[in-house]
């Protein structure tokens, strides 16, 4: 289809648009707010319906555009290590699911969780090395409160919301689940 490059740029767009705006929904909830991690489901929407291609440059542009935008969060470290940790996800989770054999929520969950791995990794890394150039000391102790502790909040939400977004998608025909061709073939035959 020759508008598809035009569909996904529009959807890149509105998923960037979404990732600015749902911050303020759950920053009022203040005790939890920040550990929903809002930004990171419209990153993990856009690399599955749109591909890596697209999410990736929205997920490192998102958090300095809102740094910047809003002054929150603050761009050094935090934003700057964002961007590299969101456009982890977006590569990671988009790449898998598409190179996927069959696109259905198994792939899904592989895919999300090999790009939480990935992309918590890369934030460590990332703040090491922002953190050093300031003469700050990222700690282990810190790495794990930013990996594990303060994200399980958002992590289950993820791990809840996208793949039930997906689903809802695929119902409704708007982003189907793929199957291989064999799959289809043999779904043909047995058809006729």
Not at 13 to 28: C, K, R, W, Y
Not at 43 to 49: E, G, K, M, Q, T
Request: hydrophobic fraction near 55%.
């Amino acid at each position: 289809m020759k508008n598809e490059p035009v569909k996904k740029l529009t959807l890149t767009a509105m998923f960037l648009a979404i990732g600015l705006v749902l911050p303020f929904l759950t920053g009022q909830i203040q005790q939890i707010g920040n550990m929903l991690l809002p930004m990171h489901i419209p990153v993990f929407l856009c690399a599955l319906i749109c591909g890596w291609r697209y999410g990736m440059p929205m997920a490192f542009v998102l958090p300095i555009m809102r740094s910047m935008l809003f002054g929150m969060p603050p761009l050094y470290p935090t934003a700057i290590s964002m961007a590299f940790e969101l456009a982890t996800y977006a590569l990671v989770a988009g790449f898998l699911y598409e190179k996927s054999r069959w696109q259905c929520t198994r792939a899904l969950y592989r895919s999300m969780l090999a790009a939480m791995v990935a992309g918590r990794i890369v934030w460590g890394i990332a703040q090491i090395i922002l953190l050093g150039l300031k003469g700050t000391a990222f700690t282990f102790e810190a790495f794990l409160a930013g990996v594990f502790l303060n994200a399980i909040p958002g992590i289950l939400l993820q791990l809840m919301l996208v793949p039930a977004v997906m689903v809802a998608l695929n119902k409704t025909k708007l982003v189907p689940f793929r199957k291989n061709a064999d799959t289809k073939a043999q779904e043909t035959v047995e058809a006729s």
